[in-house]
C-alpha cells in the first residue's frame, strides 16, 4: 500500500539566536490510508510544527523548512506553489486545533464558515451549500443544526465548538486529517466523545488521520500506530501495539514510565485524628442582571454546595472533577482565598469562616496552598529567596533565621542554594513549582492545599513534582488536600477520594473502592471515560 | 538596567527621540544664558524676517526675539508637562489600584468618572477650568492633569483587576500579607511598565494641551510659551510666516521626541510586542 | 433570544447608561459655577457687570442663592431639565438660542472630521498592515508619527499660509461667502469649499491616531489562531484579510472613535477660533474673551451632549459588528 503521505528527512529551521538550530531534524514519517498516526511528545518536541510544515502553514518568515520532503501522494508539498497549496489545504488535507474557542471566528456564524470552505473549493449553489452544512453539522451529532448554522462561536460549549470544527474540517471529505491535541482543552467526558467522534468519521471516510497529542492515554485508545518525538528527533515509530506493550527507546519507555497508572496505590495507615473538617459549604457565584434587567439574565452560579468532607492527619484527600464542578471554589475557600457564603470550616476545631483578616493571620501558617501554574504564581521582580523567607518573616521571624530557613527548604524540594539570589523567569516550570512547594513549606503548615499542581507541567516533570510532594508529606507528616481534573494522578496521589459536579460532592470514599466499585453514575462516567483505561503504563515498563 | 538600555537601543528612532529630547532639555536649561533678558521685551526692529537685524529667527511686530522665546518656552513647555503628568500620574495611579485592587462600589465609582471624563470634551473642560481659576503656571498644571487621569486610573485598575487574580497574589494572601503589602510590593512593582510608558507619552500629550490654552490666550501671562508666540503671530500671517512657523516647529520636534521615547520605552519595557511585528 | 433582541437591548441599556453621565455633567457644571469667583449670579450676569442689579436680584431669588447647597443644585439642575440655561448679556439673547444657533455648524464640521479621520484611518492602516515593513508601511507611519505630534492650531495656519495665502484654493476663513447671497446647490458647494481646511486640520491627529491603532489591530489579529485555520481552508491571502481580520481588527477602531468624540469636540474650539467656522468653538472663544462664563458652560454642556449621541450611534455600529456584545 503506498503512503498517503510521506515524510523525509524533515528539518524545520527555526530563526537564528533560538536555543536550538532545528525544531525537527531529520523526520521520516509515513500515514496510510485509513490509518490513525500518533505523533506523541513533550513541550518543545517539535510535534506541532511537523503538522503545521505539512499544510505550509509554518509561521513564516522565522520558522521555515530547510532539508527534506513532504510528499503527498506522489507530490511535493515543500516545492508546490501557494497557489496550489491552497487548492490541496481545506479540500484534500484539513486542519483541527487544540483551542476551538480561539480557532474559530469569533464575528462570524458557523454557517458561514463551513460555507467558505464550500466556496472556495467546490462550485455549488448557496441553497446546495447551506444544506450540506447543515447535514455535516448533523453528522457530527451537533443538536438542532438549523440553529447551529446560524450561530456564532461564543454561543457554543468547548466540545460542541471542537465538533463544529471538525465538520469544517471533513466538509470536503479531505483524504488527510491533521488533528493537532485536539482534546487537550477539553474535559474528560468530553474528550472520549470527541475521541470517538474522531475515530467514527475516520472510520467512515477512510480518512488518514495525523494525530498530535502529549497524552498517552490518548494514544491507547485512538492510534494505529505511533511515532515519539523528542527535542526535534523522531526516536521510535511503530505500530501503536508494539509501542505501547513493547517500547524499545529509552525515552519511550522514561515518558511510558512516568504517567500514573490507573490502579490505585495500596492504601496507607489511616490516623483517626481530623485534621481539618468541612461541614455544609455554601458559595454561589452572582453575575449580570441589574439595569432594569438588561444586563443580561442574572446569573447564579452555585460552586459549592453542602460541601462537607473531612481531612485525617497525614491523609491525602483527593478532590476530583471537571471544570465548573467547584473543585477549586472549595480549596480557596478552604485557604480563605474566597468567602464562603456560609457553613464552617474548622481546623482542628476552629472554625476559620467567620475570621476577620486579623484573627486569621496566626492560621494562615497552618493551611498553605500549592498553585497550578508555575509560571504566575511567583511574583516575577522578587528574588527566590525572598519569596520563601517572606511568609515566616511575616509570622514574625527574624530575618536571618528565614532566610536560613529559606535555604534549607531550597535543598529539601531538590534546588541548589544558589537559587537563592535569582529571579524566577530563571528556572523552567519544573523548577519554579518546586519553589512554590517551599514557599508553602517555609510556614510549617499542618495542611497543605495543593490545586491542580502538576496540570501545567510536562508528564516527566509531573512524575518527579508528584514524588516530591509524596516525599513531604512522609517526613512533614503532612496533611493534604488535592485539587486534580485528572484521575490516573488522583489515583497514584490520593488515599481517599471526593468526585464532584455541578458544586455538589456526588460521591466520597477511599481511593481504591471508588474506581473499583464506584457508586454514582457520573463517577462511572468519569472513570469511563479516562484515556488509555485499558492500558497499564507502568506494568507495561515493568514487565521490560 | 544595562540589559533595558541594550532592548532600548536596538530601537533607532527611540535613540534619535532621545537625542533630540536632551537637546530641548540642554536648551531649556541655557535659555537664561543665551537670552538673559526677557523675552517679552523689545529687542530691536519690529518685523524683522529670520537672519536679519540680529534675529536668527526674526522677531515679531513688537520687536520681540523669536529664538528668544523659544528657548524660554522650551522650558515652559517641559515643565508644565512634566508637572502635569507627574499630578496626572500619581493621581490615576492612585484611584485606579483602589479600583482595581477593591473593586465594589470604590471601582463602580471610577469606572463611572472616567466615563464622565470620556464624555465632557476634555479640552472645554480645561479652558473652562483655567478660565474660571484664571491663567497661571499652577492651575494650567491642575487643568491638564484633571483632564488627564482618567486615563491612567483606567490602565492602572485593569493592570490591578488581571494582577490581583495571578497567583502569586494570591500566595501573599495565604501567607497573611497586608493589602497594602500586597499593593505597593507584589502589585504595583508589576505594573510600572505600562505607567512609565503612558506616562512619557501623557507629557507629549500635556505638552499639546498647554500650546493649546496658551494660543487661546490662557496661558501664564509672566511667562513665555510656544502657544503664545503662535498665538500672538497669527494675525502676522500674511506679513510675517515666521513668528508662527518657528514655535510650531519647536513643539512638534520636542512632541515628537518624546513619542518616540515613549514607543522605545513601551518596546523596550514589553518585549512580547516587539517580537509580534 | 435573537441576535436583533441582543443587539436593541444592548443599544437601550447603553442608553440607560449615558442617563446618570449626562445628570454628572450637568452636576459638575453647577460646581464650576460655584467655583468661580463671586457667587454664581456674579457669573451668570458676566463679570463686567453688565446686567442691572435689578435682574441679578430677580436671579439670585431664582437661584436660591440663600438657600443650602442641596437646594441649589436642584434648584439648577429644574432649569437644565427645563431648557433653561440662563441669558448671556455680551450678545443680548438666551445661552440656549445662541448655542443651538451654531449647533449645526459644528455638527457639520464633526460629521466630516470623522468620516476623514476614521475612514482614511482605516484605510492607511489597512495599507500600512498588509504592506508590513515595505516603503508603504514606513511613510504611512512616518506621516502618522508627525501628524501626531503636530498641534491643530498650527496646522491650520500652515494650511491658511499654504493653499489660502498663497495658492488661493481655499478661503481663508468662515463657513460661507454670505455677501455672494448663494442659494440651493451653490450654497451647499459654497460651504463644502469652506469646509476643506478646518476638517483636513482637525481630522489630521485623530487620522494619525486611526491609522496607527488600526495597522497595530490589524497585526495583533493576524497573529490569531482562527487566521490559521482560514489559511488551513485553503482561503486566499485577500480573502483572509478582508473578510476574517478586517472585521475584528475595526472592533477596537470603533470603540476608539467613540472614545475620541469629546476630544474631537475640544479640538473644533481651537480650528474653529483658527478658520473663524461660526460654531460652537469659536462661540466657547468668545465667550472666552468676554468672559461670558454663563455662556461658555452652556456650551460645555450642550457639547457633552453631543458626545453622547455621537456615542450612541458608535454603540449601534459596533453592536452590529460584534455578535459577542451582551458577553461583556
Not at chain 3, 6 to 25: C, D, E, G, H, T
Request: aromatic share 8%.
Amino acid at each position: 500500500m503506498t503512503a498517503l503521505l510521506d515524510i523525509r528527512d524533515l528539518h524545520i529551521a527555526l530563526p537564528e539566536g533560538s536555543q536550538r538550530p532545528y525544531a525537527v531534524e531529520a523526520a521520516d514519517l509515513q500515514l496510510a490510508p485509513n490509518e490513525i498516526l500518533c505523533v506523541v511528545g513533550e513541550s518543545g518536541s517539535g510535534k506541532s510544527l511537523t503538522a503545521r510544515a505539512v499544510m505550509g502553514l509554518l509561521p513564516k518568515p522565522h520558522v521555515r523548512i530547510a532539508q527534506g520532503s513532504v510528499d503527498f501522494l506522489g507530490e511535493d508539498l515543500t516545492s508546490a506553489s501557494d497557489a496550489r497549496l491552497r487548492q490541496i489545504r481545506g479540500s484534500e488535507i484539513s486542519m483541527i486545533f487544540q483551542e476551538p474557542m480561539t480557532a474559530l471566528n469569533p464575528v462570524m456564524t458557523i454557517g458561514n464558515q463551513i460555507d467558505e470552505v464550500f466556496r472556495f473549493h467546490a462550485k455549488m449553489p448557496g441553497s446546495e451549500r447551506r444544506e450540506r452544512a447543515v447535514a455535516l453539522l448533523a453528522d457530527v451529532h451537533l443538536p438542532d443544526p438549523a440553529q447551529i448554522v446560524r450561530a456564532y462561536p461564543h454561543e457554543l460549549s468547548g466540545g460542541q465548538r471542537q465538533r463544529a470544527m471538525i465538520a469544517m474540517a471533513l466538509a470536503l471529505d479531505p483524504k488527510i486529517l491533521i488533528a493537532d491535541e485536539p482534546t487537550t482543552a477539553l474535559d474528560v467526558t468530553t474528550q472520549a466523545q470527541i475521541l470517538k467522534l474522531i475515530k467514527e468519521m475516520q472510520a467512515a471516510h477512510n480518512t488518514g488521520v495525523l494525530f498530535i497529542t502529549h497524552d498517552f492515554g490518548v494514544v491507547a485508545d485512538i492510534a494505529d500506530r505511533v511515532a515519539v518525538m523528542q527535542n526535534g528527533l523522531v526516536v521510535e515509530t511503530g505500530p501503536a501495539d508494539q509501542v505501547l506493550k513493547a517500547p524499545q527507546h529509552p525515552y519511550t519507555k522514561s515518558l511510558m514510565a512516568a504517567v500514573p497508572s490507573l490502579t490505585p496505590r495500596p492504601a496507607r495507615q489511616r490516623s483517626d485524628e481530623t485534621v481539618l473538617q468541612i461541614k455544609d459549604l455554601n458559595k454561589t457565584y452572582r453575575s449580570g442582571g441589574g439595569f432594569f434587567g438588561l444586563g443580561g439574565k442574572a446569573r447564579n452560579v452555585k460552586a459549592a454546595s453542602e460541601v462537607t468532607l473531612d481531612l485525617r492527619r497525614g491523609e491525602t484527600l483527593g478532590i476530583v472533577g471537571e471544570s465548573g464542578s467547584g473543585k477549586s471554589t472549595v480549596a480557596r475557600c478552604i485557604v480563605r482565598l474566597n468567602d464562603a457564603d456560609s457553613g464552617e470550616i474548622l481546623l482542628d476545631g476552629v472554625d476559620l469562616r467567620p475570621l476577620g483578616r486579623a484573627a486569621m493571620r496566626p492560621y494562615r501558617a497552618k493551611i498553605q496552598m500549592v498553585f497550578q501554574d508555575p509560571y504566575a504564581s511567583l511574583n516575577p521582580r522578587t528574588r527566590v529567596g525572598k519569596v520563601i523567607a517572606q511568609g515566616p518573616m511575616i509570622q514574625g521571624m527574624g530575618a536571618a533565621e528565614a532566610e536560613a530557613k529559606a535555604r534549607e527548604l531550597l535543598g529539601i524540594v531538590g534546588l541548589d542554594e544558589r537559587a537563592f539570589d535569582r529571579f524566577p523567569h530563571e528556572f523552567s516550570g519544573g523548577q519554579r513549582q518546586r519553589i512554590g512547594v517551599a514557599r508553602a513549606l517555609a510556614l510549617e503548615p499542618e495542611v497543605l492545599v495543593a490545586d491542580e499542581p502538576v496540570s501545567a507541567l510536562d508528564v516527566s516533570i509531573q512524575d518527579q513534582i508528584l514524588k516530591l510532594l509524596d516525599e513531604i508529606r512522609e517526613r512533614m507528616n503532612l496533611s493534604m488536600v488535592f485539587i486534580t481534573h485528572d484521575l490516573r494522578v488522583a489515583a497514584q496521589v490520593c488515599d481517599r477520594l471526593a468526585v464532584m459536579r455541578y458544586g455538589e460532592v456526588v460521591e466520597e470514599g477511599p481511593t481504591a473502592a471508588v474506581f473499583a466499585d464506584p457508586q454514582d453514575d457520573y463517577t462511572k462516567a468519569l472513570l469511563d471515560a479516562v484515556p488509555g483505561k485499558s492500558w497499564l503504563p507502568g506494568e507495561t515498563v515493568a514487565a521490560q | 538596567m544595562a540589559s533595558f538600555w541594550k532592548l532600548y537601543r536596538r530601537n533607532y528612532s527611540a535613540v534619535l527621540g532621545l537625542v533630540i529630547l536632551a537637546l530641548v532639555i540642554v536648551v531649556a536649561f541655557a535659555a537664561p544664558l543665551m537670552y538673559p533678558d526677557d523675552p517679552f521685551r523689545l529687542a530691536g526692529k519690529s518685523m524683522s524676517p529670520p537672519g536679519e537685524a540680529g534675529f536668527l529667527l526674526g522677531s515679531d511686530s513688537l520687536g520681540r526675539d523669536v529664538a528668544a522665546g523659544i528657548a524660554h518656552g522650551a522650558k515652559t513647555s517641559l515643565l508644565i508637562g512634566l508637572l502635569a503628568t507627574l499630578v496626572a500620574v500619581v493621581a490615576g495611579v492612585f484611584m485606579g489600584a483602589l479600583a482595581g485592587y477593591y473593586g465594589g462600589w470604590v471601582d463602580d465609582l471610577l469606572m463611572r468618572t472616567t466615563e464622565m471624563f470620556q464624555t465632557i470634551p476634555s479640552f472645554i473642560f480645561a479652558i473652562l477650568l483655567v478660565a474660571i481659576m484664571k491663567p497661571s503656571i499652577e492651575s494650567i498644571v491642575i487643568a491638564i492633569a484633571v483632564v488627564s487621569w482618567p486615563a491612567v486610573a483606567r490602565l492602572v485598575r485593569g493592570e490591578f483587576l488581571s494582577l490581583k487574580n495571578r497567583e502569586f497574589v494570591q500566595a501573599g494572601h495565604t501567607l497573611g500579607m497586608s493589602d497594602a503589602r500586597i499593593i505597593l510590593a507584589e502589585i504595583l512593582p508589576n505594573c510600572l511598565s505600562p505607567i512609565i510608558v503612558i506616562g512619557s507619552l501623557m507629557v507629549a500629550t500635556a505638552i499639546l494641551i498647554e500650546s493649546g490654552l496658551a494660543f487661546l490666550g490662557l496661558g501664564d501671562p509672566n511667562i513665555m510659551s510656544w502657544g503664545f508666540q503662535i498665538g500672538a503671530g497669527r494675525t502676522l500671517l500674511r506679513s510675517a510666516w515666521w513668528v508662527c512657523t518657528f514655535p510650531g516647529i519647536a513643539i512638534l520636534i520636542t512632541v515628537l521626541a518624546i513619542n518616540l521615547v515613549g514607543e522605545g520605552l513601551n518596546d523596550a519595557l514589553n518585549p512580547r510586542l516587539r517580537e509580534r511585528s | 433570544m435573537d441576535h436583533f433582541t441582543k443587539r436593541f437591548r444592548y443599544v437601550l441599556k447603553r442608553l440607560l447608561q449615558a442617563i446618570p453621565i449626562v445628570l454628572a455633567i450637568i452636576v459638575v457644571n453647577f460646581f464650576l459655577l460655584q467655583l468661580a469667583e463671586g457667587d454664581a449670579v456674579d457669573v451668570l450676569a458676566g463679570e463686567a457687570g453688565s446686567a442691572t442689579p435689578e435682574y441679578m436680584a430677580e436671579l439670585r431669588a431664582k437661584f436660591g442663592l440663600d438657600k443650602p447647597l442641596p437646594v441649589q443644585l436642584f434648584l439648577y439642575l429644574k432649569n437644565v431639565a427645563s431648557f433653561d440655561l440662563g441669558y448671556s448679556f455680551r450678545h443680548e439673547m438666551p445661552v440656549l438660542d445662541l448655542v443651538l444657533d451654531r449647533f449645526f455648524a459644528t455638527l457639520l464640521l464633526m460629521v466630516s472630521t470623522i468620516l476623514l479621520a476614521v475612514g482614511f484611518g482605516i484605510l492607511l492602516g489597512l495599507v500600512a498592515a498588509t504592506g508590513l515593513n515595505t516603503w508603504r508601511d514606513s511613510a504611512i507611519s512616518i506621516f502618522a508619527l508627525i501628524t501626531y505630534a503636530t498641534p491643530l492650531f498650527w496646522v491650520g495656519l500652515m494650511l491658511i499660509v499654504v493653499f489660502a495665502l498663497n495658492l488661493r484654493w481655499f478661503p481663508t476663513s468662515g463657513m460661507e461667502n454670505i455677501a455672494a447671497f448663494h442659494e440651493g446647490w451653490d450654497r451647499v458647494v459654497d460651504i463644502a469649499h469652506h469646509l476643506v481646511l478646518p476638517t483636513i486640520t482637525l481630522s489630521l491627529f485623530y487620522l494619525a491616531l486611526y491609522t496607527r491603532l488600526m495597522r497595530a489591530s490589524m497585526l495583533e489579529q493576524s497573529g490569531q489562531d482562527y487566521v490559521t485555520t482560514a489559511r488551513a481552508k485553503g482561503l486566499t491571502e485577500r480573502r483572509i484579510v478582508f473578510v476574517h481580520v478586517l472585521r475584528n481588527a475595526l472592533l477596537p477602531v470603533v470603540t476608539m472613535a467613540g472614545v475620541q468624540v469629546g476630544a474631537l469636540i475640544g479640538g473644533s474650539v481651537i480650528v474653529e477660533s483658527v478658520f473663524a467656522w461660526p460654531g460652537l468653538g469659536m462661540l466657547a472663544f468668545e465667550a472666552l474673551f468676554a468672559r461670558d462664563l454663563n455662556l461658555l458652560l452652556g456650551i460645555f454642556l450642550l457639547s457633552a451632549l453631543l458626545v453622547v449621541a455621537v456615542n450612541l450611534v458608535v454603540d449601534i455600529i459596533y453592536s452590529v459588528l460584534d455578535p459577542r456584545i451582551e458577553v461583556s
